[in-house]
């Protein structure tokens, strides 16, 4: 803890680039050595101006103390470049982040094919409903999703992934404590809970326009390609795959029609040499032969979401038609029996056995709600469930009990 405060000083001093922070641990060993560093050890620092090596003469920690302590509370990771997690596909950018905070749980980029998922937030149905095929897709293949968690084609590439029952990450604008856009916080709340929230920026920073633009260095460099599936003319999309490019990235567009502004921005990157894409394995077929335990082909697309009005008359529609079959009885499910032994499981574990039906898969956040758990826990005792063969995954983070139970 001691040595992470010296790492929140260097990257909380108003004022120092980020380009300057990097430079001084070029040169120094660590940011304790440069908070200790006499003002004569600085001129040698090539690259560093006298102004912003001027800044270095703030030795309060209090902002630093302030940020632990936010973190801490909020259940924040702190990963610094110098850190064995931190990925290396990152550290070798231009300029990668010094110090990146984090929710959730932190995957080692480096051995997952991460592709980054982006395009504008006035997006059309066309965007949306390509961005959470692709999102789904991907997933399902094995790749982990990146995106930025903004309304728009980034939060629907986010959903996508997680109806797959994947990994998918979110890079944000903001502290990984603050919900931007506020009609996200669901998705940020699964993502917190199945994923991983990252951020250079320190907890309770707001969202700034200008912040955008600088995170999307980091989408592209945590990811093997970028993907971008609707953007006009202008567009930080466009933005993220010029800077893919710089480094070093594979680039790949959705087309869209030839008079449509929104896709103005994706065709002229497929004219200019983008990968086509049409489906997630348009991109990841190229990554196979590295990733071999992590990516596989399927042709399983997105399951549409029926409407509830639409579900009584689509009932009726199918019972009218359907022939008369022979109805089979389902074999007997073993009991187990909670009144006399719980069998070693856990209070969470026995009140989701109790919402789980035989028959009817629920979705996990369903379950959550349900049992008035958190989606963390949930998920962990389902695990276990699982495990323990008492509880069967149908579909996408859909569980049905497998047991008839007493209580």
Not at 23 to 39: R, T
Not at 323 to 347: F, H, I, Q, S
């Amino acid at each position: 803890m001691a040595a992470l405060k010296y790492w929140v000083w260097l990257t909380t001093l108003p004022g120092l680039t980020n380009r300057s922070k990097l430079l001084l641990l070029e040169h120094f060993p660590s940011p304790e050595d440069i908070y200790y560093a006499q003002p004569e050890d600085l001129p040698p620092v090539e690259g560093l101006s006298s102004s912003q090596a001027a800044l270095l003469s703030d030795k309060s920690t209090d902002r630093a103390e302030d940020v632990l302590a936010r973190c801490a509370k909020g259940d924040i990771f702190l990963l610094t470049m110098q850190d064995a997690l931190y990925p290396d596909r990152l550290r070798n950018i231009y300029d990668p982040p010094v110090l990146l905070y984090g929710r959730g749980r932190m995957p080692l980029f480096d051995e997952e094919a991460a592709v980054s998922v982006v395009g504008t937030r006035t997006c059309t149905p066309y965007g949306i409903s390509a961005a959470e095929e692709l999102g789904y897709q991907l997933a399902k293949e094995g790749a982990v999703v990146v995106s930025g968690l903004a309304r728009g084609i980034d939060g629907a590439s986010h959903r996508g992934a997680l109806r797959a029952g994947g990994f998918t990450a979110a890079v944000l604008g903001g502290g990984v404590d603050v919900v931007y856009p506020a009609e996200n916080r669901r998705l940020y709340e699964d993502i917190a809970a199945t994923g991983v929230l990252l951020s250079e920026y320190p907890p309770g920073t707001e969202p700034m326009g200008s912040h955008f633009p600088v995170r999307n260095r980091i989408l592209s460099g945590l990811s093997l390609a970028v993907l971008v599936v609707e953007a006009p003319e202008r567009s930080g999309a466009l933005i993220t795959a010029n800077t893919a490019l710089e480094q070093g990235r594979d680039v790949f567009a959705v087309p869209g029609p030839i008079d449509a502004p929104n896709s103005r921005g994706s065709n002229r990157l497929i004219r200019d040499g983008a990968g086509l894409v049409t489906c997630g394995w348009d991109i990841l077929e190229g990554y196979r032969s590295r990733f071999p335990h992590r990516l596989r082909p399927s042709s399983e697309n997105l399951p549409p979401v029926p409407e509830q009005d639409s579900l009584p008359a689509q009932r009726a529609e199918e019972s009218s038609t359907a022939k008369p079959e022979k109805k089979e009885t389902p074999p007997a499910l073993p009991v187990l029996d909670l009144t006399a032994d719980t069998a070693g499981l856990t209070d969470d574990q026995i009140r989701i056995l109790q919402v789980l039906t035989t028959d009817a898969p629920l979705l996990t956040d369903d379950v959550a709600e349900r049992a008035d758990l958190p989606i963390r826990r949930v998920l962990s005792a389902l695990t276990v469930l699982e495990i323990d063969g008492y509880a069967t995954q149908h579909g996408a983070r859909r569980f049905v009990r497998t047991v008839e139970i007493r209580l």
